[in-house]
């Protein structure tokens, strides 16, 4: 079955960085794209990037970009998000989620989350 | 940049049908999906390419999507359809994933 674990969430300081993990599981993880979608707490779902199967594409929601970079290994079935200049808005529960290759545009598989805490 | 709004919330008495909108500029142009998500726990696809169900999904839910709103119906509520809900789309002109405002839904 599809599986999808994050990890590396934590508390960090206002300024600081922090590396997401996600590892995957059960599926071809190289077919398909994935995204981070993250969660502030009592807010609403926030998509903030996605990668191509092929790492080929990228794009990032214009709150994160220029600060957190999208990754994935496949030969790992991992896929990664380095976040730096790390602000108190970006607290929230992180997730991974999977967009299938065979039908796009949407997300059928999402992981538990991660919490993502900044704060002095 | 592409907005979705919800209303904030919804209440429904067992038995009765919700209806959650969503409304964009064109949505009916867009492919729509809708996600339940319940306390704790990470969000569910409930509709796909505005009307479609994933396996395992009952058939009380069901999606509609025209001009500027897209609409989540629920039939025959029951207790356990109580969370939050968020349309989805695709925003070709950014390449952005955009989700709703979000709805909760109460079952009175």
Known sequence: QVQLVESGGGLVKPGGSLRLSCAASGFTFSDDYMSWIRQAPGKGLEWISYISSSSSYTNYADSVKGRFT??????????????????????????????????????????????????? | SYVLTQPFSVSVAPGKTARITCGGNNIGSK????????????????????????????????????????????????AGDEADYYCQVWDSSSDHYVFGTGTKVTVL
């Open chain 1, 70 to 120: 999208i990754s994935r290994d496949n030969a790992k079935n991992s896929l990664y998000l380095q976040m730096s200049s790390l602000r108190a808005e970006d607290t929230a529960v992180y997730y991974c989620a999977r967009e299938p290759v065979h039908r796009r545009g949407n997300f059928d598989y999402w992981g538990q989350g991660t919490l993502v805490t900044v704060s002095s």
């Open chain 2, 31 to 78: 492919s729509v999906h809708w996600y339940q998500q319940k306390p704790g726990q990470a969000p569910v696809v409930v509709i796909y390419y505005d009307t479609d169900r994933p396996s395992g999904i009952p058939e009380r839910f069901s999606g509609s999507n025209s001009g500027n709103t897209a609409t989540l119906t629920i039939s025959r509520v029951e």
